[in-house]
């Protein structure tokens, strides 16, 4: 079954927005506007801002609304990639086929461009004044909770600590829940706010996302060890050589992908029992779950 065909507008729509949201470089400083360029126009799947439109199809949102809160939790996205590359992260010098921001440039300007981009999705939340008061508190209360010490920060930190370790299966769980399943969270969030605050809708919605997340990240931790890094456009192997705990490592690989499998089940399920227009969300759930980089 081919893709939601609103997906690809959808895609153009974020672009456009990140693109013009973004400092030109013939500004001073010219290469922290580049590097905050090279990490957020360098392609990638943007499944975050195609959540957006996606649950805010799901609740009949305006459409215009939701270009903001795409753009935003993209940069927020772009940023933690550029940090998680650093040498005293991950130490990685490939991300989308291309070198990162730290080898690009340079590490001081890696930072800040990972600093600045998520003020950049934090002014543009605040700034888009087509939306009412309370929908931007919203949504910056939502991205702030999951960029934090409770969202993807905490979970990097969960890694970092985790890195040579053994862990158990509910702490790998509770580690992705943080560092990737809340930047998904707060995507299908924002995008439901838009259209809707009423708890019986956003609760499976969140429920959805938080599979979502799960699916993702096993998903992820398959093609660590099964895909190239010409496919990836990432180092491939590097859970294994940083001897990091994954799905595929605590579980084996039949397991792992029973895990998943289980995963898109419960996402189903939850779809199932929704109003509205899923359709876009399920062809989402189905990419993530099916993608070979």
């Known amino acids: 079954m081919p893709a939601d065909p609103r997906l690809a507008r959808w895609l153009q729509r974020a672009e456009a927005r990140i693109e013009t949201t973004l400092p030109a470089t013939d500004a001073s400083p010219r290469a922290l506007h580049a590097a905050m360029r090279h990490a957020a126009l360098g392609g990638g799947k943007r499944l975050r801002p195609l959540l957006v439109y996606a649950a805010g199809a799901a609740v009949q949102a305006d459409e215009g609304l939701l270009d903001a809160p795409a753009a935003a939790v993209e940069l927020v996205h772009a940023f ?10 991950d130490d990685d010098d490939l991300r989308r086929g291309r070198p ?6 340079d ?12 003020a950049q999705a934090f002014s543009l939340l605040a700034e888009e004044t087509r939306a009412p008061h309370a929908l931007r508190v919203a949504w910056l209360a939502t991205l702030a909770n999951a960029t934090g010490a409770a969202g993807m920060c905490g979970g990097q930190a969960l890694d970092m600590a985790g890195t040579g370790a053994s862990l158990a299966l509910e702490e790998l769980e509770r ?3 943080l560092k990737t399943g809340a930047l998904i969270r707060a995507a299908v969030r ?6 809707t605050n009423d708890g019986a809708v956003l609760q499976p919605l969140d ?7 799960l699916a993702f990240q096993i998903r992820d931790d398959l093609l ?8 990836l456009g990432k180092t491939a192997g590097k859970d294994q050589a940083q001897a990091k705990s994954t799905y595929p490592s605590l579980l084996g690989a039949d397991g792992a992908r029973d895990a998943l499998a289980r995963q898109v089940a419960r996402m189903d399920h939850i779809l199932a029992g929704l109003g509205g227009d899923r359709e876009p969300l399920r062809a989402l759930a ?3 779950v099916e993608r070979q980089h």
């Open 80 to 89: 933690s990639l550029v940090h998680d590359d650093l040498p005293a992260m």
């Open 100 to 105: 990162t921001v730290h080898v690009a440039f």
């Open 107 to 118: 590490e001081a300007t890696a930072i800040l461009a990972g600093d600045a981009l998520q």
């Open 175 to 177: 580690l992705h829940a």
């Open 190 to 195: 924002m995008g439901a706010l838009a259209g």
């Open 207 to 213: 429920d959805f996302a938080a599979a979502l997340g």
């Open 224 to 231: 660590d060890i099964e895909a190239s890094s010409e496919q």
């Open 286 to 288: 189905r990419l993530a």
